[in-house]
């Protein structure tokens, strides 16, 4: 996945809005260490630290890091693999806001958060759910391998149960694990849905011929706009998975 942060900020700032209510839940106050995972352009990062928590922000994006290092200088960020995290024994909380379905090694993922965590530590994320963007990812997908193409899901969208599990095995004992429908409007009217076809389903645009990828985002756009465009904004159909798990 290839990241460009001020696109990101500007086209997708959705998804830093959705993730300060997720803030709540984490205990942010002076001498809590945290590490914000896949903190982007450090955004939520920020938020993390206003109460005097000590909080690490890391992302695999050189491009986001760089971003968040520019924004916040006084604030540590590094580019790091959640997967194999450096850390044992360290942090009092893992956040992370819409990342986690993006990593396709879970057993890997979860293992590592677990080592990162103090005895006692929480994970506490919200990422996509089984059947998020189901519209979007169907449609794009048919159209796509119309073309001759063969597409591959770039997303880790689970069913709660599928997630607990995985969570049960890695060590943790689940406080909250809850999947809901979130509606989302995309930003800039017309042109959002193509913004975030662009944005999200990166990998499979970039082997196509430009006409192609031309009539993909067309006839992708021309199919969606009955179900998922209302009054001059595209609405993409989200599910989201909230869990606060204890190490």
């Known amino acids: ?79 790091e693999d959640a997967t194999e995290l450096k850390y044992e024994n360290c942090f009092d909380t893992i956040f992370s806001n819409a990342v986690l379905h993006w990593i396709k090694d879970q057993k890997k993922l979860l293992s590592s958060i677990y080592k990162a965590l103090k005895k006692g530590g929480k994970l506490i994320c919200e990422f996509g759910a089984k059947g998020c963007a189901y519209n979007v990812q169907k ?36 406080e909250r694990i809850i999947d809901f429908d979130r509606p989302t409007p995309l930003n800039d009217g017309d042109t959002g849905l193509k913004n975030w076809i662009n944005q999200f389903y990166f990998s499979n645009l970039a082997i196509m011929k430009d006409e192609d990828r031309e009539k993909v985002l067309s006839s992708s756009e021309e199919r969606l706009k009955p179900l998922l465009y209302k009054k001059g904004t595209w609405i993409v159909d989200y599910r989201r998975i909230q869990v606060e798990a204890i190490k």
């Open 1 to 79: 996945m290839k990241w460009d942060s001020a696109l990101y900020d500007d086209k997708h700032d959705f998804v830093s809005k959705y993730g300060q209510a997720l803030i709540d839940s984490v205990n942010t106050a002076k001498g809590q260490v945290i590490l914000d995972l896949g903190c982007g352009t450090g955004k939520l990062t920020v938020e993390l630290a206003k109460n005097g928590a000590q909080v690490i922000g890391i992302d695999m994006s050189e491009e986001m890091i760089r971003k968040a290092k520019t924004n916040y200088p006084y604030l540590n960020f590094h580019i």
């Open 139 to 174: 449609v794009f997908s048919e159209e796509y391998e119309a073309l001759g193409y063969t597409y591959t899901n770039p997303f880790f969208f689970p069913p709660n149960q599928e997630f607990e599990k995985l969570l049960i095995q890695a060590g943790f004992k689940i």
